[in-house]
């Protein structure tokens, strides 16, 4: 596994067995041009894209062979907690007040993500405002890693779940809150619309955190200062009042209905449906801390959820990809190939998961001008994987490449990555 970073003024060329170009039509054998960081042109037999089969390229290229290799667009995580390591909740907790060590972690857990060929991730947020601070490093060039977006803290109710996310507000500093989050600089906001699921309990879920006025203020704070609203919604409730509420994601929405799917679908409002952190607590060594009844329930949870995320797709729900890596069980970067797994296991084809792991990930991160898609002309963000993908989604776990622009984490992302139009931000208000 190697990252190719590509400097401003190299050139290269890549000769792969196959290329899919995020978009729902299968991998074709192509030429990929890449120059100073960018994709410059590619071609097929029988279509160009900038450059003709045979016209000859002027200047000398380095050509990369990737014979059985499939050159695709890189993987996005919507949902991490770059501030949790997903071994030890505790001991990941201390070590924010002890930053050799934490930066040590954070370090390697950023390296596992990017070379499983995941270019980008959103952060849920923590209090210690950890997710905020990596994605700085990660600009300034200090630490190697994907792009990160990052919220801070996390909003939630005083007294209520979430304490680790961020400090519990009353209903008085809602709007106080956004605007102090909207000046540290964050790329969208996280809410805590309820707490979390049951293990022991099949169903159940803690009851809502805030109101639907309450909801609807910090929505609408949040469009003020051009930022977009992933919610964390366990049970239809939650999920109900997020989605009146106008956010643009559901995150985890545990028991989910058929009719808040069809009501996202119809406001165009994404699902990130998380499974891995439900479905990994009875695998491997996490099994043995649950009781049988527990197993079960957890068992139970998180194959309803499987069968929720084929509805979604069918009633065309955005389905985006997110791991929650950092929950406990959870690893940065090996979780994502286990959560497409499960998706493959709620009987998506490859194709379809794939649009979700790369196409509909840029979308929900607001990047889908830059991310999601090989195209002329859009930062090269590239993954090669031995085998094709698009018959086995499986092989995504055996990266050979990544490739990305070096200067581009230096650059600051445009400004069109988060500001909304303000026709979608009425539609959504209703
Ligand atoms: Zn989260």
Not at 300 to 325: C, H, P
Request: proline share 5%; aromatic share 6%.
């Amino acid at each position: 596994m190697s990252v190719i970073n590509l400097k401003a003024g190299e050139t290269l060329v890549i000769k792969a067995s196959r290329v899919w170009r995020g978009t729902p039509e299968p991998p074709r054998e192509a030429l990929v041009y890449l120059q100073d960081g960018k994709v410059a042109a590619f071609s097929t037999g029988d279509q160009t894209g900038g450059y003709k089969r045979n016209d000859p390229v002027k200047e000398p290229m380095n050509v990369l062979e990737l014979p059985g290799c499939t050159v695709i667009p890189g993987l996005i995580d919507c949902h991490v907690h770059l501030a949790l390591d997903g071994r030890d909740f505790s001991r990941a907790r201390q070590q924010w007040t002890a930053r050799g060590e934490l930066l040590e972690r954070v370090k390697a857990d950023l390296t596992n993500t990017l070379e499983r060929g995941i270019v980008a991730v959103r952060d849920g947020g923590d209090r210690a405002g950890i997710g905020l601070e990596v994605k700085q490093l990660v600009i300034t060039g200090r630490l190697a890693g994907p792009l990160v977006l990052a919220c801070g803290h996390a909003l939630h109710r005083q007294g209520k779940y979430g304490s680790f996310l961020g400090p519990g507000l009353t209903p008085a500093e809602l709007e106080k809150a956004v605007d102090s989050l909207a000046r540290q600089g964050v790329d969208h906001l996280k809410v805590l619309v309820s707490g979390i699921v049951s293990f022991s309990q099949y169903g159940r879920v803690d009851a809502p955190q805030f109101t639907r006025d309450e909801l609807q203020r910090i929505v609408y704070r949040a469009r003020s200062r051009g930022l977009r609203i992933m919610a964390h919604a366990s049970g239809d409730d939650a999920v109900r009042l997020a989605v009146e509420a106008g956010v643009d994601s559901i995150e985890h929405g545990y028991f989910i209905s058929e009719e808040s799917l069809h009501r996202m679908a119809a406001r165009g409002i994404a699902w990130v449906p998380t499974v891995i952190p439900v479905a990994g607590q009875v695998r491997g060594k996490w099994r043995v801390q649950y009781t049988a009844r527990e197993v079960e329930v957890i068992t139970r949870t998180w194959r309803r959820q499987v069968e929720m995320i084929k509805k979604a797709l069918e009633m065309g729900v955005t389905l985006g990809v997110g791991t929650d890596a950092g929950a406990t069980g959870v690893c940065h970067g090996q979780g994502f190939l286990e959560e497409l797994l499960l998706y493959r296991k709620a009987g998506l084809s490859p194709a379809d998961i794939l649009l979700a792991a790369t196409r509909n990930g840029a979308a929900i991160l607001g990047l889908e001008h830059l991310l999601g898609r090989i195209e002329p002309g859009r930062p090269a963000f590239l993954v090669a994987v031995e085998g094709n993908p698009w018959e086995d989604i499986s092989t995504l776990a055996k990266v050979k490449y990544v490739f990305r622009p070096a200067d581009f984490p230096g650059k600051k992302l445009p400004e069109k990555y988060n500001s909304l139009q303000p026709e979608r931000c009425f539609m959504r208000l209703i």
